[in-house]
């Protein structure tokens, strides 16, 4: 909840109404901007990603039947481009301080895992679901839990994972 709520109550006597003021902090503007990049990249990333987790991983039982390496190459070829935008767009928004941490861990790990994305689409074409998946897990080890864990502390209204 944003802004204040204010409250109006009149006293039994019939004396002046009194005002209070309650609710939670206003977020600056650079923290509104910051939530914002953060909530545009991960609707974008999820976007991109289409049905990357069953093409690419296997689904949630990382079933290496269900890799898909020329549809998994395109998801990941989506991904990536999602990945270096957000990367460009964190030099032009500044983190608040109290983002400081989670901005270091974007910063960090992402360019790993747009590394690990390379290695994907080169798995991809050689065709193998095995390498595929292989390399798939280097990239999720590298995004979980680093990445969603910060992406979780700047906006807790969504389950990054």
Partial sequence: MLGALMLGC??????????????SPTPDSSTRAYV???????????TAEGNGPQVCFGGFSNDVRLVNPPICRTRVI?????????????????PPPKFAADDRAFRSQLPKAIGDMKAIISA??????????????????????????????????????
């Fill in 10 to 23: 009149s006293s039994a006597s019939g004396g002046s109404p009194k005002q209070t003021a309650v609710g």
């Fill in 124 to 161: 991809a074409d050689t065709g193998s679901q095995e390498a595929v998946l292989q390399a798939t897990t280097v990239y999720v080890d590298d995004m979980i839990p680093v990445v969603t864990n910060a992406l979780d502390d700047v906006d807790p209204s969504v389950v990054h994972n």
């Fill in 36 to 46: 914002a990049l953060i909530s545009n990249y991960w609707s974008d990333y999820r």
């Fill in 78 to 94: 989506a991904m990536i481009a999602v990945h270096q935008k957000f990367l460009s767009d964190l030099d032009s928004t500044p």
